[in-house]
């Protein structure tokens, strides 16, 4: 099996086998596998609430735009669609100009009781080609569409996911900025797609209507009417209504999920950018170029073969109406074909011409469901416009933490001595907090020391941590890094020459390897330092252990999804079955998440780290890994400069250059472990009580 698979085949052959039993249907709709449960059925109405109405005027330059990225983004394929839905659109108004010339053709034969062949042929041929054309330009827009829609999410997802990944963590935690990318997407699919799905849909039906109106206002010439027969047209709207409901495969509880491992990877990082909790990793980590230019490469390997969730809802669908369309169309053209033969047999019962019938029933179901979709259409159509143009206004949101323009370091001394740390009567607090996190906190580290900060929970440890990454600015006050105000470094040398571990670290819905591999971008696919990166964390031995090694997905529940009223029992019977949750849900303990993201921070090249952060590195680990941990860390000494947030007094303290004792937000002691013990305040009281634990 190559590495990169999941074991899906075997999967998919259990799946085939259960579904044979009755118990569910299982269908394979592209990178899709789908689990319909077939013993249960739910009815639910899907509710279409319209967005409401705005103004047009400013979007129109945001609107030019976006025609001109689709134009670009769909090529051929796009002025296929175009071609297609226009023909599509046209078909029926051609369809109702010959019904109407039967329909004379007919009234004519009765009344001169003498049939002209040639018209009859004629009229008969063209309804046939307008059947035939019809059905195929259907089917070959179907398989058009799926291919535009491709080209334009990946165009448009493309500039989504640029414009989640630039944003540092203040600006992406605030509320409005959430609520604009989240106006990005429409369900499953981006604003590109939806617009434009629903663009070319409002202008096939204006253009349906107006070319329908048009014969019908040339048929309506010299006709009487009688509303009585209009009802007849309702026959075969009613007849749709009634086939429609609580049919299809999508009215069950239904379980879907892809094993399509560049796909996976496509939402992993989409994910990533758009979710709050990655954030701190991606900035610090200088991620933002390496998922974009991940996300391209699967998604340039995917090409065309991608299809969302809703792209195989589409095909099925289409799969699955083949016939009952068919029938449906007969219904319609039933009561017609019914009038027009009582009218040769009985000529006298007929109360209005046939061709006043056909336009009564065109006008009756067709034209009046079209306009009111129409309408409708339209108050939608406008939401997507203000979309449209949120969506290119969020490329420009401004971060808060605003990048400087020095290098850093100032002078390159390959980062061998550490950075030089002050912090001057810092204080900060949190966006929208109440209170601040930090008060008036002053301190200095030399190049090369080693500096602990302990205090108890909520003191503000980790604030320093985060400050010190300038993943926020302080709210007063001045840190220096080598004598420079951080805030005038640039962003990404700072977190280039930063390693650092937060508390509350993320793993992203990637692989084991790339989540290692992310602690350098640039070297990221390098094996053998992944390998080392791991060994130094303390993973090397569970990750080999496990069945996929360094390919594991790591909560990788990405590309699987549930619908119905209850589709819990259906998942758990189906796709939790043990051979899939290996492959997609890997489940891992703290202590062994915590060596992963301790590995990732071995993967940043040594060279380029002059200050090494971290935040509780070893709370979820046992005593023997952190004492390992701590050796390895002591090694580093004189080299790098550290500072460790912790609760634990121990290896860390007792060699600790500096201890910053954290009390009320602000630094209340601070100095070598003995000097604190003489100097009996709450730092030496603390330690007290935990050395009391092992008298
Ligand atoms: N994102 C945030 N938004 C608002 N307030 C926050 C945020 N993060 C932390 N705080 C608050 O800032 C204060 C300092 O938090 P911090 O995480 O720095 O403490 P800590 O000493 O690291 O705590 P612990 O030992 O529990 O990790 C706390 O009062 C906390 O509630």
């Given amino acids: 099996m190559n590495k990169h698979d999941l074991p899906h085949e075997s999967f998919d052959e259990k799946a085939r086998k259960a579904a044979s039993n009755n118990q569910f249907k299982f269908v394979r709709v592209g990178i899709w596998n789908l689990f319909f449960d077939l013993s249960r059925r739910n009815s639910r109405i899907q509710l279409d609430i319209p967005s409401r109405v705005s103004g047009l005027g400013e979007t129109i330059p945001y609107l030019w735009r976006y025609m001109s990225d689709v134009r670009k983004a769909g090529g051929d394929v796009l002025v296929f669609d175009i071609a297609l839905s226009a023909i599509n659109a046209l ?77 540092d963590v203040p600006t992406f935690n605030d509320a409005a900025v959430q609520s604009r990318l989240g106006a990005c997407f429409s369900g499953d699919n981006s604003v590109g797609w939806t617009a434009l799905s629903k663009i070319i849909h409002w202008s096939t039906n204006v253009l349906q209507l107006l070319s329908q109106l048009l014969v019908i206002a040339n048929m309506l010439q010299g006709q009487k009417n009688d509303i009585l027969l209009a009802l007849l047209c309702f026959v075969a709207p009613l007849f749709m209504w009634i086939g429609e409901r609580g049919t299809g495969l999508w009215n069950n509880n239904w379980v879907a999920y892809s094993s399509d491992v560049n796909y996976i990877k496509l939402e992993g990082l989409s994910r990533c950018t758009q979710d709050a909790r990655y954030r701190h990793e991606i900035v610090a980590g200088n991620l933002q170029s390496y998922i974009q230019d991940k996300y391209r490469a699967a998604s340039k390997t995917l090409g065309d073969a991608s299809m969302s969730l809703d792209g195989a809802r589409q095909v099925l669908h289409a799969t699955e109406r083949g016939v009952p369309s068919f029938l449906y169309d007969l219904v319609g053209q039933a009561p017609e074909l019914f009038i027009a033969a009582r009218a040769l047999k009985a000529p006298s019962t007929i109360p209005v011409s046939l061709a006043s019938l056909k336009v009564l029933q065109e006008k009756a179901s067709t034209l009046s469901s079209l306009a009111f979709v129409i309408w409708r259409e339209s108050q939608s159509l406008l939401s997507q416009f ?78 320093i941590i985060k400050l010190l990454n300038r993943i926020y600015d302080c709210t007063s006050g001045q840190i220096l890094f080598d004598g420079k105000d951080i805030r005038s470094l640039r962003l990404a040398d700072v977190h280039r020459r930063t390693s650092v571990l937060y508390q509350d670290y993320q793993h992203f819905p990637v692989s084991i390897g790339e989540n290692i591999g992310m602690g350098d971008p640039q070297d990221s696919h390098n094996d053998l330092r992944i390998r080392e990166a791991a060994k130094l964390g303390g993973a090397a031995d569970f990750v080999n252990s496990l069945p996929e090694s360094f390919d594991t997905l790591l909560d990788s529940s990405t590309g699987v999804y549930m619908g119905g009223d209850n589709p819990d029992p259906l998942f758990e019977r189906i796709v939790s079955s043990k051979l899939l949750r290996r492959s997609i849900r890997t489940s891992l ?56 947030s912790s609760h634990r007094f121990g290896h860390l303290t007792k060699h600790a250059d500096i201890i910053l004792y954290m009390k009320d937000a602000t630094v209340c002691e601070a100095g070598t472990h003995a000097e604190l013990l003489a100097e009996d305040g709450l730092y030496a009281k603390l330690y007290n009580i935990q050395a009391q634990a092992f008298l």
């Fill in 589 to 644: 303990s703290g202590g062994q998440m915590q060596r992963l993201a301790l590995s990732r921070t071995f993967m940043q090249p040594d060279g380029d780290v002059t200050l090494c952060l971290y935040d509780e590195p070893s709370a979820a680990l046992d005593p023997q890994a952190e004492y390992d941990l701590f050796q390895r860390l002591c090694a580093l000494k004189g080299e790098k400069t550290m500072v460790f």
């Fill in 91 to 167: 078909l029926p108004a051609v369809s109702l100009y010959y019904s109407g010339e039967l329909l004379r053709m007919i009234q004519a034969t009765i009344e001169k009781r003498e049939i002209d062949q040639g018209s009859f042929i004629h009229i008969a041929a063209a309804h046939a080609v307008c059947s035939i054309a019809a059905k195929g330009c259907n089917r070959a827009k179907f398989q058009n569409a799926s291919v535009l829609k491709r080209r334009i999410e990946a165009h448009f997802r493309e500039h989504i996911l640029h414009a989640h990944a630039r944003l």
């Fill in 386 to 463: 203000r979309a449209i143009r949120n969506f290119y206004e969020i490329i420009n949101i401004p971060n808060k933490v605003v990048d400087g323009n020095e290098p850093y370091p100032i002078d390159t001394k390959d980062g061998k001595v550490g950075a030089a740390i002050e912090f001057k009567n810092v204080s900060f607090r949190y966006p929208d907090a109440e209170k601040d996190a930090l008060r008036d906190v002053s301190f200095s580290i030399k190049p090369g020391q080693l500096c602990v900060i302990v205090g108890a929970n909520g003191e503000g440890k980790s604030s």
